[in-house]
């Protein structure tokens, strides 16, 4: 699962331009909205898409699960893991 959050972490800095930060400064355990690297609900929905798109993964429509889902890299790549389709399997 590195390699996933790794390629997570990639993907984050990539989609939402973040300038001054590498994979390197995103701990995989730490939050990623508000405190850890101070993400917002547009940034969610950005991700969401994207990630549903790239992992061919069917998000929640319910707010508290996508939170538990998007809570760290470490928690997206177990989800991914979990229910990504066979061909997509990172």
Request: no cysteine; hydrophobic share 40%.
């Given at each position: ?51 549903s798109?790239k ?11 996508n ?24």
């Amino acid at each position: 699962m590195d390699t996933l959050e790794q390629e997570l972490k990639a993907y984050i800095i990539t989609t939402l331009k973040l300038e001054d930060i590498s994979p390197a400064d995103i701990d995989s355990e730490a939050t990623l909205f508000v405190d850890g690297l101070g993400l917002d609900s547009l940034d969610a929905l950005e991700l969401g898409v994207g990630i549903s798109k790239k992992y061919g993964i069917q998000l929640s429509n319910d707010p508290q699960e996508n939170r538990e889902i998007f809570a760290s890299v470490r928690a997206m790549a177990a989800f991914i893991q979990q229910n990504a389709p066979a061909g997509k399997q990172p």
